[in-house]
């Protein structure tokens, strides 16, 4: 077979040369000097010695997955001399793998220079006494240095100055160095009532532009030093090692190419992108009418009333844990009030607690197969009369103990069950567990954690790192779930705020009626729920009871949330093709500035909004770093130069936030549900002092006709120099009829009408 020469170190790979590459380096001159024999021209070694890892025979071979990863595996080596293959597991997507570029099965000593294979334009390094792996970059830049521990199949590496972020939700926050990370999943764990829940993800980020993801086998992160170490669990064999190492400059390649092995997000329902609010103990059937009748009354947008089941709550939505069941004190007629829920446009989704120890099987199990109450296939089945019903999604709750693959068919059996019944209707379902490949499937929240200042605070940057681990379908219990007297109207409009900010936007926690935007005012506590709890447990002063600021406040947010609705789904539609998060550490965007990339109390809400929540008791002022460039105080319009921190005052009203110069923020009207349908046209607000692009998104919301090419993609655009707005079909969308918009130039320009045909047009402003 002949083979084509790959390009010299420092020209990108053709793809042609890459996939030579891929076929002839496993074997030949280059396999020969990996293996420690003498190449020409070297100097005389000893006799090689096997490789051995953690006592067995083994085999390291490097594989290159694209231009910017590389797979590294540690297999033990079977009688025959032949590699022992790993199982396919579901955290890593299916694909054909490329063959190794490289193997070596001996140890070479003493070897006094390292062998070298060019990877596009980088360059692979190898020692072999000790062992040890490291990449070249460009310009002298160093991707982690790793050395792998023969005695217990240990991999060490070099994180050097930079800071760590990922490892999944919850843990020390936000730079994750300095700190021991074993991958615990759960509520049991120190810190919950600040940090929440963990969902542990073994892929790392260093902010100087590498990640690392750990697919095999599950183990501790020790990043207490300089020189981090990844160690295997003394529960499991210590092979095979199985991890891939990802190099770009840029941040965003990083996370796309983790969603390229893990997967993308899915797209979700766009009315979860709506107010969601959750209930606890109910009274009667009226009371859950009448309180959705409250919210349409008063004009407070809301898309999802979530109702917890009994057993955490003494009269839940049915008759106890893992029953499916309606309890008909409340729901004495279901399905007559789920449609009278529907004619409202509410979803419904109702709490269910998982009581099996393990799972296993498919959804499409039937049979003897699907009659054992760990199967998936079965334990599905048991849904369905309740879905059946009408309720549009799920609440997960509980299935801590179970092991990560387990998880995530849990996570899975909520996304394709509902697909076997309504195969063109997005499924939703809230997790409080999950684990690599979640964003697939599944949204997460953060757990059972405490009504405090410092809870709020620290919930910032657990939900950056959550993004950042691939999982951008983040949020908390709006106001912490276990009430403390700490909880007051001002605790809860600053977090309300923030959560008007994350992907997530549900209002949930013991004392439930404190949850509701009106529950301030009422001068009643509803049904405490607080007995049982420890610590910080306890209810705000009977005074906090007559704040008649909280309402309107919450209704602001809202109003503001639902107005910005095209940008936010927008941002959501590029999560899903991209691997983004929504909810973004201005790291992403800013990689070079190091304020930035220390930045973890406040973020940034896709590209052109800076968020920055106030979380301090009584504040009138808050601290904001604003990275380089032109920006716009989003509420006085004033204009500032970044690179720079800005003291902003505040009152218990305001939020701060920020829009970058350039920016193009589509907003809409204000709705009392996402799909409610409006006169009012579509505003586009322009941002000025630099060019800039928005290109916006629209599908049905619902349905995945948008995979059929059922959507619109409209690109948006501003010359600054010229003051021109253009707009125009971006490339591959159809048209689907004339439309009218209205262009500003913010943020007090006069509003100028647009009529849009389907061929581009100009504005001049």
Known sequence: MSRSKPDAPGKPLSRRDALALLGSLGSGALLTQWTGQASAGALPQEADRP????????????SIVSPRTLRIRILSLRDDGAAQPIEPTPDLLERDWPQPAARLTTLARPQTRPQTIPWGDLQIRLLTDPLLLSVQGQRGRIIPRLRFGIDDGTVSFDRGVSLIYGLGEGGPQFDRGGQVYPMKNGQGVPGLDVLGARMAIPWLVGSSGWALFFHRPYGTFDITGSLARFIPSPSQPALPIDFFLV???????????????????????????????????????????????????????????????TGFCPSGWNTGHGSFTFNEKVFPDPENMIRDLHTENFRVVPHVVLKARHLHGRISDTGA???????????????????????????????????????????????????????????????RNGYVGIQRYAWLWSGDIESTWRTLESQIPVGLNTGLSGMPFWGTDTGGFVTTPELTGE?????????????????????WKLRLPWGWNTGDYGPKEIEGYHGDAGLPAQSELHNADVEPICRKYLNLRYQLLPYFYTVVKEASETGMPIMRALWLHYPEDSRAAECSNQYLWGRDILVAPVTEKGATQKRVYLPAGTWYDF?????????????????????????????????????????????????????????????????????????????????????????????????????????????????????????????????KL
């Open 51 to 62: 490789l051995i890892v953690a006592g067995k025979r083994a085999e390291l071979n490097i």
């Open 247 to 309: 190099t770009s400059e840029k941040p965003e390649d990083i996370l796309k190419e983790y969603a390229q092995l893990t997967g993308f997000p899915q797209l979700p329902p766009i009315w979860s992108l709506g107010y969601q609010q959750s209930h606890r103990t109910l009274s009667s059937r009226e009371e859950i009418l009448s309180e959705a009748r409250t919210f349409r009354q008063k004009k407070i947008p809301c898309d999802v009333l979530i109702y917890l089941g």
């Open 369 to 431: 197969a699907a009659q054992d109450p760990q199967d998936i296939g079965g334990y599905w089945a048991s849904h369905l009369k309740v879905f059946q019903m009408g309720v549009d999604g799920w609440w997960p709750d509980e299935g801590d103990w179970l092991p990560p693959e387990e998880r995530l068919l849990r996570n899975e059996m909520y996304w394709e069950g509902p697909l076997s019944a309504r195969p063109n209707v997005r499924p939703f379902a809230l997790h």
């Open 491 to 511: 605790l809860y409009v600053r977090w309300f705020q923030f959560s008007s900010f994350c992907p997530l936007f549900r209002s949930h926690g013991r004392t």
């Open 635 to 763: 509420w006085t319009g004033e204009k500032i130069q970044g690179a720079a921190e800005v003291t902003r005052p505040v009152d218990l009203a305001t939020l701060p936030l920020f829009v970058r110069a350039g920016a193009i923020i589509p907003m809409g009207p204000v709705k009392q549900y996402t799909t409610e349908k409006s006169a009012e046209i579509l505003l586009f607000n322009v941002y000025p002092e630099a060019d800039g692009e928005f290109e916006l998104y629209e599908d049905d919301g619902i349905s995945f006709d948008y995979k059929s090419g059922k959507f619109t993609r409209l690109r948006a655009s501003w010359n600054d120099a010229k003051r021109l707005f253009s707009l125009a079909n971006s490339a591959g969308t159809a048209f689907h009829g004339a439309r009218k918009f209205e262009v500003r130039l913010a943020p007090s320009g006069a509003r100028k009408p647009l009529s849009f045909d389907g061929d581009e047009i100009t504005l």
